[in-house]
């Protein structure tokens, strides 16, 4: 399995405060040096829809994710997070197959 990624995908009128909110947590994150923590991340606006939004995470695999899903400090921010959206999140969970590099 070459991996694991989550994609959320929202609505917000906040997108400002979704990104500084994002950045935030990964530097506290970073800070703090430890439990896994995601390889990368994409916030992505819709071009078709107004105030739609994806933020697409990768994870070196499914277990780093849920073991991250499950700090206090992920909840938090998921909860934040909820605060500054215009309605429920949807989350879809995707074990990588292939990846590939076009650089």
């Known amino acids: 399995m070459a991996g694991f990624v989550q994609i959320i995908e929202y609505r917000t009128s906040k997108p400002d405060e979704v990104a500084a909110l994002a950045e935030s947590y990964r530097e506290k ?3 703090d040096g430890d439990g896994p923590r ?3 991340s994409v916030m992505c606006s819709d071009r078709n829809e107004a105030d739609r939004y994806f933020t697409v995470v990768e994870f070196a695999s499914h277990e780093e994710a849920m073991e991250n899903s499950a700090r206090p400090d992920t909840g938090e921010f998921a ?3 909820m605060e500054l959206c215009d309605g ?6 995707l074990d990588v197959l292939q990846l590939t590099d076009f650089s």
């Open 88 to 93: 429920p999140t949807k989350f879809y969970d």
């Open 29 to 31: 994150r970073e800070a």
């Open 38 to 40: 995601p390889v990368r």
């Open 79 to 81: 909860a934040a997070l």
